[in-house]
Nanobody
Framework: QVQLVESGGGLVQPGGSLRLSCAASGSIFSMYAMGWYRQAPGKPRELVARITSGGSTSYAASVKGRFTISRDNAKNTVYLQMNSLEPEDTAVYYC???????????????WGQGTQVTVSS
């Protein structure tokens, strides 16, 4: 059973930065793509960024140029560096272990518990 544990959320002022981490248990981490999703109140969960097992990345248009996803397979950890944060980035952020086929990310059933990010002055 794979477990994903997110950390690094918090309260930050507009224009600030946060770095989220997601640690995965098990030995299959390096075989899977990883995705960061977010869900704001009253809105559907959306894919923010994803990274393949080989390190290829893709971002939602709303965060491109501000967020960076990376992974450390030796530590079974995926990161989301978030810069120039905006109030619209306020949400619960979740990591997911999935697959990428033909450039499309398909989430598997492995989700973390989420970490709250609040951007407010």
């Amino acid at each position: 059973q794979v477990q994903l544990v997110e950390s690094g959320g918090g309260l930050v002022q507009p224009g600030g930065s946060l770095r989220l981490s997601c640690a995965a248990s098990g030995s299959i981490f390096s075989m899977y793509a990883m995705g960061w999703y977010r869900q704001a109140p009253g809105k559907p969960r959306e894919l923010v960024a994803r990274i393949t097992s080989g390190g290829s990345t893709s971002y939602a248009a709303s965060v491109k140029g501000r967020f960076t996803i990376s992974r450390d397979n030796a530590k079974n950890t995926v990161y989301l560096q978030m810069n120039s944060l905006e109030p619209e980035d306020t949400a619960v952020y979740y990591c997911n272990m999935g697959q990428v086929r033909n450039g499309i990310y398909y989430p598997a059933e492995y989700w973390g518990q989420g970490t709250q990010v609040t951007v407010s002055s």
